[in-house]
């Protein structure tokens, strides 16, 4: 009987592991399965190849693109509703009037290398951030206490970034900013996997393994015109429908056709607007459209504030006076502009308020101001000089600035002067006038008004040498104000200064256009022109 009950127990066991078997097959079987599951594959057109995918050092549009695909930041912002959206942090709450804010991550994510996501990763990515050998954009941290003496090198890490556990990051800021999780939205605070940064150092972003994000899609293949996305099948959100993405970098507009006709580009997301119109016209009946976004890429004039005639505001309100922003938008981009006469766009703003101070073009009033400054029709203005850098598009606005100011008696002298040297030559202070842009890196008032004109960014980003207290101390009321349309209506307030104070002169913001094939939906674009590749679906 013992014997028996022996070979029973034995054979139970050997069945036990024949089962576990089988069952460990058919669990890979539906893990191969799901991994080789049927989905569309979508090809988009680019302008030109990435030159790395790493948030922290992102700058072209191309490449912010692709990487709003490949990661996540720990919210997303919605700026009509005022709102953040929890992505990688599910909530969070600000504490101490504004002054501290702190995220508690979603748990069981995971990179796309199998990491788990974790509070040390959000606060090494932002670090990486801040470290100028490594990012561009620090100056959205720079509010966060301790990330000076990064920046500089006196310190190794950010002491107001504080990993409280493995879910939770507290941010100590100097000062209150109730708009700071909006800052936490911006694509270049998204969040990287260390484990992978570790590994590849300064190779990391630069090639197709060394790339971990948490997006819904994940890099498999990067050559010299094309970038190639895969679905992430560990992805905590909804699965994309979408197999493959693909990007070709793509710029000549005869190939850009070609490619679209034989079948080979889906989505095209920087093809010139004849391009377009003209795919339009001869795809009338096979259903392509073109889809129109007003994005948040601001193109303006500065002055140098400190040459005269420019240390004069009645001066500069007259030159803002004489400029035609609605024929410069549609001669220099068509469609792909909209003139601005104020500084926020209406994006930005509420329909239920006034629109407030703005300035529109009127050479009668242009002459009228040039008097009482006393240049009558130009009579002892000496001669101007306009920067600008080299590019064709920047070219052709040149010539239509000289035109439109030589008609109210100013002779602009144009200076094309390289990109390489003309952040150099502007601060040098030898130009009266020069083009400036900007991109906003989240969908915020904070993020146009603070960098290009509050007097503490004078050695950065306001290169006019904008100096008013009374406008620092809007900006500093808007961001510990609580309330959101309180707070707009203080940004309105501080935009109103500024073009009575005319540093600047608005011109226009650029409208991002696209064309896409007959079939797909769930497209959309933010605010920076940013595509959520994970709701697209194709037939």
Known sequence: MWRRVYLQANRFNHWKLVLAIVGCLILLALVILRTMSPGPALAVQIASPPALLDPASASSYEEKLI???????????????????GLLADKWDISQGGSVCTFYLRKGLRFHDGTQVTAQDVKDSWERVLNPGTGNCGYLLENVVGSDGLANGSAKDVSGLVVVDQYTLRVVLKEPDWTFPAVASSPSLAIVSQRAVARYGPGYGKKAGAVA????????????????????????????????????????????????EAGKL????????????????????????????????????????????FDKSDIRRALSLAVDRSAVASQLLGDGARALNGFIPPELTSDEQPDGYQVEQDPGQALQAMAGAGYPYGLGLPQLSYAYNDSPGHDYLAHLLQ???????????????????????????????????????????????????????KPRGNLTGYDNAGFDA???????????????EIYRKAEQMLLADAPIIPLFQQVALFGLRKGITGFDADLLGLVDFAQLKKP
């Open 266 to 309: 889906d989505v095209l997301t920087e093809a010139p607007a004849q391009v377009l119109s003209s795919l339009a016209a001869k795809e009338k009946q096979k259903g392509f459209a073109i889809f129109k976004k007003p994005v948040l890429n601001l193109y303006f004039l500065g002055f140098n504030l400190k040459q005269p005639p």
């Open 474 to 488: 809007l900006l500093q009321q808007a961001r510990g104000e609580q309330d959101p349309d309180r707070r707009r």
């Open 213 to 260: 994000g948490t997006g819904p899609f994940r890099l498999v293949a990067w050559d010299k015109d094309k970038v190639v996305l895969q679905r992430n099948m560990r992805y905590a959100g909804s699965r994309p429908q979408l197999k493959t993405l693909t990007f070709l970098a793509v710029d000549r507009p005869p190939e850009i056709t070609r490619l679209y």
């Open 67 to 85: 990487d709003s695909a490949l990661y996540e930041t720990l919210v997303a912002y919605d700026p009509e509703k005022h709102l953040c959206k």
């Open 403 to 457: 035109d439109q100011l030589d008609k109210v008696g100013v002779d602009l002298q144009l200076k094309r002067i390289p990109w390489q040297n003309y952040e150099a030559a502007i601060r040098s202070g030898s130009y009266s006038l020069f083009r400036l842009g900007w991109d906003a890196d989240y969908p915020d008032p904070d993020n146009l008004l603070y960098f290009n004109f509050d007097s503490a960014e």
